[in-house]
């Protein structure tokens, strides 16, 4: 079992920044990709970013790039997203999830293991 919690999340305005951070405890051992997905009011989850310890390797939904860095620390079992000239659209409860996938996979049926989520509300 691996346990995931996400912190950084709250109120910003638009152009702004924000850097959230998640915390992987248990067997951590197993992970290989973590990755940030978000999720809307009435929208499905959708993938933002993802991290590949294997092939070391990153990997960003068309919507953020340029906009957001993921970063991780293995030593740490952390993983971060800092986010900079935030808009509107990014508003969303953000969750960190992990699995054993080689490749930085985006769906969310490879991840195994998911945080219970952190607010990030852009305001206008």
């Known amino acids: 079992q691996v346990q995931l919690v996400e912190s950084g999340g709250g109120l910003v305005q638009a152009g702004g920044s924000l850097r959230l951070s998640c915390t992987a405890s248990?067997?951590?051992?197993?992970?290989?990709?973590m990755a940030w997905f978000r999720q809307a009011p009435g929208k499905e989850r959708e993938f933002v970013a993802v991290?590949?310890?294997?092939?070391?390797?990153?990997r960003y939904a068309d919507s953020v790039k340029g906009r957001f860095t993921i970063s991780r620390d293995n030593a740490k079992n952390t993983l971060s997203l800092q986010m900079t000239s935030l808009k509107p659209e990014d508003t969303a409860v953000y969750y960190c999830?992990?699995?054993?996938?080689?490749?930085?996979?985006?769906?969310?049926?490879?991840?195994?293991?998911w945080g219970q989520g952190t607010q990030v509300t852009v305001s206008s």
């Open positions: 248990g067997r951590t051992g197993s992970i290989n990709v």
């Open positions: 999830a992990t699995g054993q996938k080689a490749a930085t996979t985006s769906r969310p049926t490879d991840f195994n293991y």
């Open positions: 991290h590949s310890r294997l092939v070391s390797s990153t």
